[in-house]
């Protein structure tokens, strides 16, 4: 497979590292085009009112494009402009911390693959429900593996397979598991600072409260040790309320 690879933690994350390390070992041709500084919360944001720039990275194992921009700038920029063909499939990740439920509209990694969505590409999104890991290349080499067992021609069209991790070794889980996502939201809660001038600011925390998670959904059974695999898709007309709207006579 020729796979672009990117993320939303930056091109120095160990789970890029990872990933890179695992699709070679594999045989896979990767290009790697991921932002330069940490871009986690980003979603699907553009750079717009500045210019786009990019600088290479090589190291020993390693080489790739750094983009001073964000997980979606990442994709676009290398499908129009830094990439010779296409590739096959586009891969995001593996992201420190778990996107499940409503995760999947602040994250950056999945903003990537989403780009890579409706660009009409395969794509895959790979978190890791730990921030601070001890070794990802079990977990890398797994998310290879199910990515070459994906019949893509029977997933519909701009679809991202959203992937988690548990906060366990790889052998320790009890499996995967195709699930849909958890209805449960955020509960936010601003921890508030004060600096050497004494202005406030806040530092974002919060919970998905465990009592709200329903049973079976990703957060549910990531909790409890599975890997998760959630088909995404990104159509957001509420056709119920569409209804609704025209007898009303809108």
């Known amino acids: 497979m020729r796979v672009l690879l990117t993320n939303d933690d930056g091109i120095y994350a160990p789970g890029l590292r ?19 500084n940490q871009q986690s919360g980003v979603g699907h944001s553009l750079t717009v009112f500045v210019p786009l720039r990019v600088q290479k990275v090589a190291e020993d194992g390693f080489s790739g494009t750094a983009l001073f921009g964000t997980p979606t700038d990442c994709v ?22 778990a996107n499940v439920g409503p ?12 780009e890579a969505a409706h660009e009409g590409l395969p794509s895959l999104a790979f978190s890791h429900d730990s921030f601070t890991p ?19 021609e029977h997933v519909p069209p701009r679809r991202v397979i959203n992937v988690n991790y548990p906060a366990c070794p790889l052998e320790e889980c009890k499996g995967t598991r195709v699930c849909s996502l958890t209805s449960a939201v955020w509960v936010n809660d601003y921890a508030e600072r004060r600096d050497l001038h004494n202005a406030p600011y806040w530092w974002l925390a919060g919970e998905i409260p465990p009592h709200s998670v329903n049973a079976g959904s990703d957060k549910d059974l990531l909790n409890r040790g599975y890997i998760t695999i959630s088909p995404l898709k990104f159509e957001f007309t509420d056709t119920e309320t569409v209804d609704v709207l025209v007898k009303m006579g809108l």
């Open 18 to 36: 990872a990933l890179y390390a695992a699709l070679h070992e594999a045989g896979h041709e990767v290009t790697v085009v991921a932002p330069m």
């Open 76 to 97: 676009k920029l290398a499908l129009s402009q830094l990439l010779p063909s296409r590739p096959d499939v586009v891969m995001s990740g593996i992201n420190a911390g």
């Open 103 to 114: 995760d999947i509209l602040y994250s950056g990694t999945v903003g990537a693959a989403t």
């Open 134 to 152: 001890s070794n990802l290349m079990p977990v890398a080499r797994h998310a290879v593996a199910l990515a070459e067992r994906i019949v893509w």
